[in-house]
Every structure is written in C-alpha cells, then in structure tokens.
C-alpha cells in the first residue's frame, strides 16, 4: 500500500514538474525560430561582404523543427549574405525554470565564410522615453535624436539587461561580445542589442552562442 502511495506522488511530481516546464507565454516563435518578447524582436543576422545583410526570416527550416510550448528546435539551411554558400543552422530554446529558458545555437559552413557580423540580435523600439539597456551594470546612452551607428561595445560581457518602455524587460546572462546599434541611419526605428561569441574572427565556419535568458518585471 505505500509503495503504491509513493509510486503515485512520484507521478503527481512527475507530473506537476512536466507541467511547469513551459516556455514563458509572451515568448512567440515563428516556423523560422526567430522570436517577438512583447516589443523585443530576436534573431539572428550574418552581415557578410560588402555590408550585406541576412536575416532569420530568410532560413529554410527541414523536417526537424519541433516548435511547442516546451522547446524550440530549429534547424534549417540559412543564406549567408552576399555569397553562394549556406549555412547550417541549428537553434534550441529550453525551459530551465519559471521565467527562464536557456537559448543554444550552433551555424556551420563547409568553408571559412566573410563574417563582419553574426550575430543573436535584439531589436527594441527607438527614440521612447524610458527605454534602457545595461551591460554588466553600465547604462548605455540611448540618443532621442540619430548621431550614428554604433552606441557601444565591450567584449567579454556577461550580462545584459533590456528595459523597452512599456514592455517586457529581459536578462541576458552569459559570456558574449556585446554591441548596441542605432538603425536610424538605415530608416529602422530601432535600436539593436547583438550578441556574438567572445573574439568572434572575421572569417569562420563554426560558430556557437550560449545564454539564458530571464523574464523581469514588465517595465512601466
């Protein structure tokens, strides 16, 4: 009789804990992984030769994409910018705990690629009062008004916070290079946080980034 009683509070636990292993409700995946925190748009983005630009949004997901409300599995082919080779693509985001999911992805190419840029990229609206972004603690200056391009940099960051104004607030925590970017110059109202792997070289053909990130509060 108490074996049986334990072998079922074994199962309510299973249970209970398979239940609560969901990815946070505001967290929205299209078929090609990228993914909308509210105003927080995330992909990935690979600026190659000559400055040109390639998006998530451009990936050819194959049969192994698995997109739930438990994980995220996307994989797929992904043009690289201004060339003829394509990348492979893998992207995996997991529940740990309540509010935070661990983000994992993983690009090969059969040779070395021009990579000016690739990079997990957040993009937040421009120009709203109350916005903020931190980096390991330092406020960065968000200019109402466009002055350039790149806001700031730092290498070997392991944590970002993003405040959108009246939005969902994240945390980023890891071991990345950090670059914060005004896109006004290029007729897009935002501004962009982009992660890439510490030192990341110029030319390459394996490429990984691992982080977690955390829900905060709604920033009011």
């Known amino acids: 009789m108490m074996k049986r009683f334990l072998v079922s509070l074994a199962f309510i636990a299973f249970a209970i804990s398979a239940a609560a292993a969901q ?44 997109i739930g409300p438990d994980r995220i599995f996307v994989s797929g082919s992904f043009p690289a910018a201004n060339s003829s080779d394509n990348f492979t693509f893998v992207e995996e985001l997991l ?9 994992s992805w993983r690009i090969t190419a059969p040779q070395d690629v021009i990579c000016r840029a690739l990079a997990v990229s957040f993009d937040i609206p421009a120009g ?31 944590e970002v916070v993003i405040t959108p104004a009246g939005g969902q607030a994240i945390r980023l925590v890891g071991k990345f290079d950090a670059a914060i970017q005004d896109n006004r110059k290029f007729s897009q109202n935002t501004f962009s946080v982009r992660l890439s792997p510490v030192g990341m070289p110029q030319k390459l053909r394996d490429w990984k980034l691992d982080f977690q990130l955390e829900l905060l509060p709604q920033n009011k």
């Open 95 to 103: 529940p740990t705990e309540a509010e935070k999911v661990s983000c």
């Open 23 to 66: 990815l946070p409700a505001v967290l929205k995946a299209e078929p090609d992984g990228s993914v909308q925190l509210g105003n927080i748009g995330m992909y990935v983005i690979h600026i190659g030769e000559q400055w040109a630009g390639s998006m998530q949004r451009s990936l050819n997901p194959d049969e192994k994409t698995k």
């Open 128 to 158: 709203t009062a109350g916005t903020g972004i931190t980096v390991d603690g330092t406020k960065v200056v968000l200019p109402e008004q466009t002055r350039g391009i790149g806001l700031f940099r730092k290498g070997g960051a392991t």
